[in-house]
């Protein structure tokens, strides 16, 4: 599995814009055979920043895989407008130092 990280800085009056065009493109990396996860988290100290982090099923599954596909030309159709937006794009694989913990919900 990779993970890509990629940073946006985004001036306030597109945010709004920004957040909806990557709802929109959302659908092409659940189609995607690649993808196994991705979100969009924006910086609370400064909120022009922005991170999109996705999981790749392999090194190869999104540079050959995703983006020679049908989903990536609908996805990048809505994310085009922000590629010159892009602060740093990274792909890195996981270090055997990870965790998660399960949260349940009390109702």
């Known amino acids: 599995m990779i993970v890509e990280y990629t940073r946006y800085k985004i001036d306030s009056e597109r945010q709004g814009q920004f957040i909806a065009d990557f709802e929109n493109a959302a659908p092409s990396l659940v189609a995607s055979e690649h993808c196994l ?10 909120t022009s ?4 982090r996705l999981e790749w099923d392999s090194e190869e599954g999104h540079p050959k895989g995703f983006r020679s596909s049908a989903e990536f030309k609908s996805f990048f159709a809505h994310v085009r407008p922000y590629v010159n ?5 990274r792909h890195n694989q996981l270090s055997r130092v990870t965790g ?4 349940s919900i009390v109702k």
């Open 49 to 52: 920043c922005f991170i999109l």
């Open 100 to 103: 998660r913990k399960e949260h």
């Open 37 to 46: 996860t991705y979100e969009l988290a924006q910086c609370t100290e400064d």
């Open 85 to 89: 937006d892009i602060e740093e794009m």
